[in-house]
């Protein structure tokens, strides 16, 4: 955000105005601006205010009730920490006795508050001025809460007790950035503050790859209602559950946690899973179990088996009865082809598709335009291979 937004924004007059304004409806959004114009307001404030009003309807979904009142920014909104993801952060600095926490990265400050609300203090670190001069706002009323600007790698770690960071995945111009050494700060140089202070906790894309993680990192991917949203890298003190790789999934059913029973080194290779022949119920693991390489665990805690050797699809005799995968009761099963499916389809008087897939290259949307399907019935199907055959699984919702 322009520093001159920021400012017009942190303005007394740019506060009242926003905390004025009635709820965010774009529909209004246009004839509210002119009409506050129109009454000699400054144009940027108005431009400002109603650009936050928008913002933090937006953020209800990462903040809740708390969004209300948060200074944002498009970007910082895109990387910041969901609210109950944030809790699961704190309660580890918490649970390791950290006193003082160094927040490198804090963005608009979602974790420092998390951190604050759980007893612990921070030392909240933003490279962006106006990013920085935002959380400060929003961590003003936390008293154990500094926000210094500043390069987050040259401030002092003196008598902080563990780290925390969330490094920059997207470049200036909104791309998102897969490769771990063009974070920002970069991986590696985030991983030399163990030499300093060995709790060290960091947020990470969810995509990066096994070979790229810390053998002594317990890395955890964490999916919120069947999103995958995070991957985060914790150590020494911040890890009592030791090295490996591990899911965490929040959601209606509550939290739950699912890992290798030993502990091994957080690069070691995806373990292999039994391939069965395909049963009556076809389970989908949720995809924080994908990112971990736990689907072979999933298929031995469910007691079903691998479609496929390389493809992430689980079958058994039952439903699972697991936080870790959705099942589905297989109705049929027939080689894959279009004009085959489209009879299949238009016989049962099927309209309304719900297209799942792996393992193969079809285009849910374009086969779904192909289909041309005009019925009042629904249906789901799964485009998968099974011995090395494309097959199309019939399924429905368990």
């Not at 000699?40 to 108005?46: F, H, K």
């Not at 790229?212 to 991917?221: E, G, I, R, S, V």
């Not at 005799?317 to 279009?338: E, H, I, K, Q």
Request: include cysteine; hydrophobic fraction near 50%; glycine fraction near 10%.
């Amino acid at each position: 955000m322009d520093p001159s937004a920021v400012a017009a924004l942190l303005s007394p007059e740019g506060r009242a105005l926003l905390e004025g304004l009635p709820p965010y409806a774009e529909v209004d959004a246009l004839r509210l601006g002119t009409a506050l114009r129109a009454r000699g307001t400054d144009p940027a404030i108005v431009a400002a205010a109603l650009t936050q009003a928008r913002l933090r309807q937006r953020a209800r979904a990462k903040f809740g009730d708390a969004a209300a009142t948060m200074y944002l920014t498009p970007a910082g909104l895109e990387q910041a920490t969901r609210r109950e993801v944030a809790a699961h952060h704190a309660r580890r600095y918490a649970a390791a006795g950290a006193g003082l926490v160094a927040d490198l990265g804090c963005g608009l400050g979602g974790d420092a508050m998390a951190l604050a609300n759980a007893g612990v203090r921070v030392l909240a670190v933003e490279a962006d001025a106006a990013t920085a001069a935002l959380a400060a706002a929003n961590l003003a009323r936390f008293p154990g809460v500094e926000v210094r600007h500043g390069d987050a790698l040259a401030v002092s770690l003196d008598g902080v007790d563990a780290v925390f960071a969330d490094p920059a995945r997207r470049t200036g111009g909104g791309r998102r950035v897969f490769d771990p050494a063009a974070y920002s700060p970069p991986l590696g140089a985030l991983l030399d503050l163990r030499t300093r202070v060995p709790d060290l906790g960091l947020k990470v894309a969810p995509g990066i790859p096994h070979a790229a993680l810390p053998a002594d990192a317990h890395a955890q991917w964490v999916s919120v209602d069947g999103d995958v949203v995070e991957a985060g890298l914790w150590f020494a003190g911040l890890a009592p559950e030791g090295p490996g790789r591990s899911a965490l999934v929040l959601g209606p059913r509550g939290t739950a946690v699912l890992a290798e029973p030993a502990p091994v080194p957080a690069d070691a290779p995806v373990r292999a899973g039994q391939v069965r022949p395909l049963a009556a119920f076809l389970h989908e693991p949720d995809g924080a179990v994908i990112r971990a390489g736990l689907v072979a665990r999933l298929a031995e805690d469910i007691g079903a088996g691998l479609v496929n050797e390389d493809i992430a699809y689980l079958t058994g005799d039952a439903p699972a009865a697991s936080p870790f995968a959705t099942s589905y009761r297989v109705l049929d099963l027939f080689d894959f082809g279009l004009k085959r499916l489209r009879e299949y389809l238009r016989t049962r008087d099927v309209g309304a598709l719900t297209i799942k897939k792996r393992g193969t290259a079809v285009e849910p949307e374009q086969l779904r335009r192909r289909l041309g399907l005009a019925g009042r019935a629904s249906a789901t199907v799964v485009l998968t291979r099974l011995a090395g055959r494309q097959v199309v699984i019939v399924v429905e919702p368990v």
